[in-house]
């Protein structure tokens, strides 16, 4: 069983739609990661939350540290929003970040 | 705004041959990593620095090195390039601290493509 799953693994919205990537981790952890990568471009950051809920713009990141498990929102989805959103969690002896697979993002005007 | 450049956004390479990677941060960061991305398996870690001269493997260092001389620069040594290294290469920084409690700033990537 893979450390960090990731679902869906692909995901088609229309524009507007409000979009749920979901994030479900077998490592403790005091904090997760969620990346943004565009097609060919490098990855941006874009939260690192260790409880509850953090917003920023039309994106919202939960955690619920004691199910293991985080969501990714999207409000209001834009075209713009296409891309691959991972999560990784920190873990094992050395605490380095666990990757996961991504989920592909194509929002459709 | 924290700046992360890597040598070259595409290489190819021969097999055999001996290839550098480089990188480097404007943000006097002490982490720095190496991440290889390949289809269906997310980022892997190659290699790990916390300081001038200081390195950890990561998940899969074989047939990879690193020297870090400088704080700002972290290169990826590969000593006989494979075709089994063809992928996308990420750098990435992040300030002192356990490496995944603080925020990673990744560079642009080089898809590196090995005859």
């Known amino acids: 069983k893979n450390e960090v799953e990731q679902s869906p693994q692909n995901l088609t919205a229309q524009e507007g739609e409000f979009i749920t990537i979901n994030c479900s981790y077998s490592?403790?952890?005091?904090?997760l990661h969620w990346l943004q990568q565009h097609p060919g471009g490098g990855i941006v950051s874009l939260f690192m939350?260790?409880?509850g809920k953090k917003k920023h713009g039309r994106l919202i990141a939960t955690i619920n540290i004691q199910e293991k498990h985080s969501s990714l929102h999207i409000t209001a989805s834009h075209p713009r929003d296409s891309a691959v959103y991972i999560c990784?969690?920190?873990?094992?002896?050395?605490?380095?970040?666990?990757f996961g697979t991504g989920t592909l993002l194509a929002v459709q005007p | 705004d924290v700046k992360v450049t890597q040598s070259s956004r595409y290489l190819v390479k021969r097999t055999g041959e001996k290839v550098f990677l480089e990188c480097v941060q404007d943000?006097?960061?002490?982490?720095m990593f190496w991440y290889r991305q390949d289809p269906g398996l997310g980022l892997r870690l190659i290699y790990f620095s916390y300081d001038v001269k200081m390195k950890e493997k990561g998940d899969i260092p074989e047939g990879y090195s690193v020297s870090r001389e400088k704080k700002e620069r972290f290169s990826l040594i590969l000593e006989s390039a494979s075709t089994n290294q063809t992928s996308m290469y990420l750098c990435?920084?992040?300030?002192?601290?356990?490496?995944?409690?603080?925020?990673?700033?990744f560079g642009p990537g080089t898809r590196l493509t090995v005859l």
């Open positions: 943000m006097d960061h002490e982490n």
């Open positions: 939350l260790s409880s």
């Open positions: 490592v403790g952890i005091s904090a």
């Open positions: 990435a920084s992040s300030l002192l601290g356990l490496a995944g409690l603080n925020e990673q700033f």
């Open positions: 990784a969690p920190p873990g094992g002896a050395t605490n380095k970040l666990i």
